[in-house]
């Protein structure tokens, strides 16, 4: 069956872990793959999938990735609190998984209402054991803004652009940052500076004249803001 399933010839390998499910319940490879199968069909086939996976953990509990798509397939069903027991389970047991990690401050801060503290413990982890990647220090700074705290969630940006200064990824979150502070002057003054030091960016950044247009008409400067918002119009044609 999963031979099968490699080669995308579907029905029979659905067939194939049938059968061997038939002969052997427990057969965690197969459990895994018609879990797999059933996630990612289309429709998703959530409640099979769940079924699945769930035996797998149960047979084997250090099943790292049974646990994994079966929180993604407890959060497409909307039971975040599962799905957050399981990548927690799993990143006990893989603290190294960076994805688990950044799946789990996920499942947390979409929680209603969110468990903030939670998240920011994961992510604060993460950034204590891998430093030097910016990764972490993104994901507190969005945490910090989505909490109302500009003025946190701008500081914790700017040291991932201390970290990366190249990273054009994190300079367009600092310019979000700043916007959503309505911290319209530094704002202006970033897009600015950035114009002077990356020509490149103002031959193409059209985001960055967005972001400067938004800011010139918060402050008065509509006519100026307008002349922006049709050059980041040009630039994407």
Same mark, same amino acid.
């Given at each position: %069956?999963?031979?099968?399933?490699? /080669?995308?010839?579907?029905?029979?390998?659905?067939?194939? !872990?049938?059968?061997?499910?038939?002969?052997?319940? @427990?057969?965690?490879? #197969?459990?895994?793959?018609? %879990?797999?199968?059933?996630?990612?069909?289309?429709?998703?086939?959530?409640?099979?999938?769940?079924?699945?996976?769930?035996?797998?953990?149960?047979?084997?509990?250090?099943?790292?990735?049974?646990?994994?798509?079966?929180?993604?397939?407890?959060?497409?069903? %909307?039971?975040?609190?599962?799905?957050?027991? /399981?990548?927690?389970?799993?990143? $006990?047991?893989?603290?190294?998984?960076?994805?688990?990690?950044?799946?789990?401050?996920?499942?947390?801060?979409?929680?209603?209402?969110?468990?903030?503290?939670?998240? /920011?413990?994961?992510? &604060?982890? %993460?950034?204590?054991?891998?430093? $030097?990647?910016?990764?972490?220090?993104?994901?507190?700074?969005?945490? !910090?803004?989505?909490?109302?705290?500009?003025?946190?969630? =701008?500081? @914790?940006?700017?040291?991932?652009?201390?970290?990366?200064?190249?990273?054009?990824?994190?300079?367009?979150?600092?310019?979000?940052?700043?916007?959503?502070? @309505?911290?319209?002057?530094?704002?202006?003054?970033?897009?600015?500076? #950035?114009?002077?030091?990356?020509?490149?960016?103002?031959?193409?950044?059209?985001?960055?004249?967005?972001?400067?247009?938004?800011?010139?008409?918060?402050?008065?400067? +509509?006519?100026?803001?307008?002349?922006?918002?049709? +050059?980041?119009? /040009?630039? =994407? &044609?």
């Amino acid at each position: %069956g999963v031979m099968l399933l490699t /080669e995308n010839q579907e029905q029979q390998a659905q067939e194939a !872990l049938n059968t061997a499910l038939n002969l052997d319940p @427990k057969n965690q490879a #197969a459990l895994f793959s018609r %879990g797999q199968m059933r996630l990612k069909s289309k429709p998703p086939l959530l409640d099979g999938a769940i079924k699945d996976l769930s035996a797998l953990r149960d047979v084997d509990p250090n099943h790292i990735e049974a646990r994994v798509s079966l929180a993604e397939a407890l959060r497409d069903q %909307g039971r975040l609190d599962e799905a957050a027991k /399981e990548l927690d389970e799993a990143l $006990k047991r893989a603290p190294e998984r960076r994805d688990i990690r950044i799946n789990l401050a996920g499942a947390y801060a979409a929680m209603k209402p969110p468990l903030w503290a939670e998240a /920011e413990k994961v992510i &604060q982890e %993460g950034e204590r054991s891998e430093p $030097k990647v910016v990764v972490w220090k993104r994901m507190e700074a969005r945490l !910090l803004a989505s909490r109302n705290l500009n003025e946190k969630a =701008v500081l @914790k940006i700017r040291e991932a652009l201390a970290l990366d200064p190249q990273n054009g990824e994190v300079f367009r979150d600092y310019l979000e940052l700043l916007e959503g502070g @309505k911290y319209w002057a530094q704002l202006m003054a970033e897009v600015e500076r #950035a114009f002077t030091a990356d020509p490149k960016l103002a031959q193409s950044g059209w985001w960055a004249y967005v972001k400067r247009a938004v800011a010139l008409s918060n402050t008065g400067h +509509k006519k100026e803001g307008m002349a922006d918002f049709v +050059k980041a119009m /040009e630039l =994407v &044609q």
